[in-house]
């Protein structure tokens, strides 16, 4: 008897890290309804009245005899570690030698009592241990504890002991304690094995009164079966930790892959856009607009990049003069640009305005300066890259209207030079400009 308590005890504390194969592999966060967590299980076994915390005589009689117990229990997991469970047990505890009596005596050779279990019933809290695993989130062997109260019905037949006789009858309240493992073999069946001591709350369980209250022990076999859907799992054998390490890393992988293809994208636009406003002939406009690339330095172009001969300005006495007139165009001009938000490209509601611009150039043969200013939003290196990039936009659109690209000087300002607050949202939409200045 105490080999097959210490071998419980040893498959108690085993490892719990065996995988079974049967179980899906999902990733999807836990969900108790996805899961199994009704069961209802039989099993049989031996009933004695020894326990491991017996005293060295084994309480009212010295000698156990192993009878057949069998019972069953309901269970529902509320956890995946933890569960509630209704258990019934009946069969018979037997004894011999009564150490009321003299030991080696023929009256104590003689002497023996037999308790018959009609019925008891116990609400016992279940606590499953192997779902512990940080790997596996199904495992095979699911050692567990249990612990709780019950209601017994039983029936002391006490023999040959002097001045004691059967007491019939007798209901009390019991503690059962107990341990053992679980073998899952399949989503279905389960093998439970397990071991569980009762502490009567009475000390005539065996028909003797004495001072200590009665015990006894039940070793047992079985076969548990889970309820619930179709394919799904058991809750009992998940193991939430392992889940969430799995879909941790599986979300972790996904941004991972995600932020390099966004920074790969991010690269390959920054050169495509560097190729695209370079000037690789230093004629103002271009390579992405210059239809005529490798033109000798200064030789004025047109807005594609081809050279052009201008006709000659208008003068007065020899001197260029801007009239009111001219600023006004410049003017309206400036209050109706506006473009794509970040960016440099200009709305098609800006042309109309540039155009009359353009048109002003290239008629008074004017210079022009255009400067790019953003307000605080943003880094500022960003702010500086976006004020030069509108501001030479600005240029190429006037350009490629006739406009003179060797008169016209483009500057980018960033955020250093705000007219109004940048603490407002009005602030910040009159930071956003492109000056233009005649000269």
């Known amino acids: 008897m105490t080999r097959s308590v210490l071998f419980l005890a040893l498959m108690c504390t085993a490892s719990a890290g065996f995988a079974q194969n049967n179980y899906p592999d999902t990733t999807k966060r836990f969900q108790k309804k996805s899961f199994r967590t009704f069961s209802i299980g039989l099993n049989a076994g031996m009933l004695t009245h020894y326990t491991p915390f017996n005293g060295p005589n084994n309480g009212d009689f010295r000698t156990p005899e192993e009878k057949l117990g069998y019972g069953g229990y309901l269970k529902q997991q509320i956890l995946p570690g933890f569960g509630i469970q209704a258990d019934f047990l009946a069969g018979k505890v037997n004894g011999f030698r009564a150490n009321s009596l003299a030991t080696g005596s023929t009256a104590q050779e003689n002497s023996s009592f037999e308790s ?18 940080l790997n596996q989130k199904h495992t095979l062997l699911s050692p567990y504890l249990t612990a709780g109260a019950g209601y017994m019905s039983s029936n002391a037949d006490v023999r040959n002991v002097p001045d004691v006789s059967s007491i019939g ?17 399949s989503k279905v069946v389960n093998l439970d094995f397990g071991y569980s001591v009762y502490f009567m709350k009475t000390n005539n369980f065996d028909g003797i009164r004495s001072g200590m209250n009665d015990r006894f022990s039940y070793a047992h076999g079985g076969i548990e079966i889970a309820l619930g859907k179709k394919n799904a799992p058991q809750l009992q054998s998940y193991s ?3 889940a969430l390490r799995e879909q941790t890393a599986a979300e972790s992988a996904e941004l ?9 994208r991010r690269l390959g636009d920054q050169a495509q856009y560097a190729r695209d406003m370079a000037d690789d002939d230093h004629d103002g406009v271009a390579n992405k607009f210059d239809k005529c ?3 000798i330095e200064h030789i004025i172009v047109d807005g594609a990049g081809c050279p052009i001969i201008f006709p000659a300005p208008v003068v007065q006495n020899k001197v260029l003069v801007v009239t009111e007139e001219d600023r006004k165009v410049v003017g309206e001009a400036i209050k109706n640009l506006e473009f794509d938000l970040g960016k440099a490209n200009i709305k098609a509601k800006s042309y109309e305005t540039l155009n009359r611009v353009a048109k002003l150039l290239i008629q008074k043969n004017f210079s022009l300066k255009l400067a790019g200013h953003t307000d605080n939003t943003g880094s500022a290196e960003l702010n500086s890259r976006l004020s030069k990039d509108r501001a030479e936009a600005v240029k190429a659109y006037l350009v490629s209207q006739g406009a003179n690209a060797s008169r016209i000087e483009a500057t980018g300002y960033g955020e250093d030079q705000p007219i109004a607050s940048n603490k407002t949202a009005e602030g910040r939409q009159q930071n ?6 005649l000269l």
Do not use: C, D
């Open 240 to 242: 939430a930790i392992a």
């Open 432 to 437: 956003r400009r492109v000056e233009f200045s």
């Open 169 to 185: 009858y007798n209901h009390n309240w019991f503690v059962p304690v107990g341990a053992g493992f679980k073998i899952g073999l």
């Open 116 to 133: 018959r279990i009609e019925w008891s019933a116990a609400l016992s809290a279940n606590f499953t241990v192997a779902n512990l695993s």
């Open 256 to 264: 991972k892959s995600a932020l390099m293809t966004s920074e790969q």
């Open 293 to 295: 690339p490798g033109t």
